[in-house]
């Protein structure tokens, strides 16, 4: 059962980031919704540590790139290399291709590095040298960003942050979840704990059953009016594209058989609605246009006013 598979995942992920059982699930559904995820928090908080967890619990192959003011979109993607040999060129993969990429404080790069993303994200391929090469699935991008307002970094561009199906933050831990984390780290590597209990074939099996996921019309009439209402709302400049309204909906799907179920609730997609929609709006006036917190407040308003009549 798809379920159980996502259950057993999520067990060997808490292992790792000890007291977060709702990050984790997040981060599941941008897996299981064959999107990709952007986690914006402190350093420090377990960012890294999820991802790295996440690829040894699946089995999958994982790349990690460490974005930095100097780093070039070819570091990413790839380049041909010339051959003394017979005098041709052959071209050496960069570490995008992988099952699992982590860009690691991807917002300290400067927006072209980042742009490099944008056609692998959208389409599962790359072009590079006229030649265009498709990636292998499943392909799931884990950005990591600092806030905006730390030195040395550039806000994503726009068309960069809506191929992000969710963004989310982790979090300070809880005391208690906290004291545990300090022991465990002293007796040893809590990724060391992490076992690999699903396959790359069984991720994919997962993200087929997603797609199977029923999603009644009232539900999908529920979803369309949510996003009206960010396009008719007085504070933003504009609101959600279909883009997003496709994320809702796949990341609702997901949240829905991660719960064990075969048909979307509203209570699924209200779940979802604040980590794929917030970082979507564009605010008339101010100074964290995108994603920030007064954007996570205006989706919840949005969600207080609708009425569910599925």
Known sequence: MPAALASKLASQLSRALIGKPDVIRLLLTGLFARGHVLIEDLPGLGKTTLARALARAVGCDFKRVQFTPDLLPTDIIGTSVYRQQDG??????GPIFTNILLADEINRATPRTQSALLEAMAELQISAEGTTRKLSRPFF????????????????PESQLDRFMLKF????????????????HADSDTLQ???????????????EAVKKVRVDPGIADYILEIIGETRAHPKLLSGVSPRGSVALFRAAQAWAMIEGREYVV????????????????????SFDRRGGRSGQEIVRKILDKVAVNA
């Not at 041709?88 to 993969?93: A, C, G, L, N, P």
């Not at 933050?169 to 465990?184: N, T």
């Not at 209570?267 to 709006?281: F, I, T």
Request: hydrophobic residues 40%.
């Open 169 to 184: 933050e982790v979090g300070y831990p809880r005391a208690e979840d906290e004291k545990r984390i300090l022991f465990e």
């Open 266 to 285: 509203p209570d699924d997609v209200k779940a979802v609605a604040v980590p794929v929609l917030s970082h979507r709006l564009i605010e008339r006036a």
């Open 193 to 207: 704990s992490v076992e690999r209990v699903l396959s790359r074939e069984d991720v994919l099996v997962v993200q």
């Open 141 to 156: 991008v884990i950005a990591t960003q600092n806030p905006i307002e730390h030195a040395g970094t550039y806000p994503l």
């Open 88 to 93: 041709s060129f052959e071209f050496r993969e």
